[in-house]
């Protein structure tokens, strides 16, 4: 029998998984029944196998369809919903690597969830200091063309990185 706290880990990374995902299709995507189900067995296979290739999988399709979402189907991007999205897929990515190394029928130690709480709240700290500010300045997206605001969020998100790694001490910031 599993114990219930790797069970409700991985339930927890299947729920950022898949609400990452579901966030990230265009609305009429999410209004019929077979690409929620699409999203909820990707994230259910990124859970069940954290140490395979269904975690990098979950994270490129969630990031190729709210680029599908926002360049090509020409939804405004919006900041909020790509902090969200964001936030969802580090949350989920750190998960799993909490996940891949613990075994299923073993208990995650407290000290390990709380520096991995640590650490993924300051990242979600520094990454909402960084967008929300720029929300306001501009006005929200639809002043940016959506090209130029993925390019500024993938730069914005590095910056974020940057910052983190070299405020933990160095060039790897886990060591």
């Known amino acids: 029998m599993t114990t219930l706290h790797?069970?409700?880990w991985r339930m927890l990374m299947w729920a950022c998984g898949t609400t990452a995902l579901l966030v990230a299709m265009p609305p009429d995507?999410?209004?019929?029944i077979v690409m929620p189900l699409l999203a909820a067995l990707i994230g259910l296979l990124a859970a069940a196998e954290p140490e395979n290739a269904w975690v990098l999988c979950l994270e490129v399709v969630t990031v190729v369809a709210w680029l599908l979402?926002?360049?090509?189907y020409g939804h405004a991007p919006s900041w909020?919903?790509?902090l969200a999205i964001g936030a969802l897929l580090y949350v989920h990515h750190g998960m799993a690597a909490i996940a891949a190394h613990i075994p299923v029928r073993a208990r995650i130690p407290v000290p390990l969830a709380a520096g991995w709480?640590?650490?993924t709240g300051g990242a979600l700290a520094a990454s909402a200091a960084v967008c929300l500010p720029v929300t306001v300045v501009t006005g929200g997206a639809s002043a940016i063309p959506p090209a130029l605001a993925v390019v500024l969020g993938a730069g914005g998100a590095l910056g974020v990185v940057y910052a983190l790694t070299r405020g933990a001490g160095g060039a790897g910031g886990d060591q």
């Open 69 to 72: 979402t926002t360049v090509v």
């Open 117 to 119: 709480l640590g650490r």
């Open 80 to 82: 909020t919903v790509a």
């Open 6 to 8: 790797s069970l409700s």
């Open 29 to 32: 995507y999410r209004a019929g």
